[in-house]
């Protein structure tokens, strides 16, 4: 069986936090990405709401953006694509907690974009790669 997953769920299996989430600041210029967003949603399986984000931006300018709106917690080792680009990540809470781990609702800002990932055996095969930086957004239900 396959099973597909995008890289906003990968670390969104964390256990929640009971704060309540800031309201987001959206990146100005970024474009909504419905299908993306719906795709993440139907993968969470109902246990999430996602909204999935893209701009043409640089990736620093994006994380600039959002520090001193949102506190910035650790999110774990980025990938490396097959091709040996390195994927740039950063992950903000907007709820208050502690680590992202704890957080029911929070961000990861990632360049290059990556559509879908297939993991069917090892390594994950990575789809719809796309030269953008991507903004997504997580609350638990």
């Known amino acids: 069986m396959q099973l597909l997953a995008t890289w906003a769920l990968i670390p969104a299996l964390a256990l929640p936090a009971a704060a309540g989430a800031q309201s987001l600041v959206p990146y100005p210029g970024s474009t909504l990405d419905q299908a993306a967003s719906d795709a993440a949603n139907k993968a969470s399986g109902g246990a999430m709401r996602v909204g999935v984000y893209t701009t043409g931006d640089p990736f620093e300018r994006v994380v ?20 040996g680009q390195n994927v740039q990540w950063a992950c903000f809470v907007l709820d208050g907690a502690e680590h992202l781990w704890t957080s029911k609702s929070w961000m990861k800002i990632q360049r290059p974009y990556i559509g879908e990932v297939t993991v ?22």
């Open 64 to 83: 600039a953006f959002y520090k001193p709106r949102y506190k910035e917690t650790d999110c774990g080792k980025a990938p490396t694509l097959p091709n």
């Open 120 to 141: 069917q055996r090892e390594p994950a095969q990575l789809k719809d790669v796309r030269d953008k930086t991507v903004i997504e957004t997580v609350e638990q239900k």
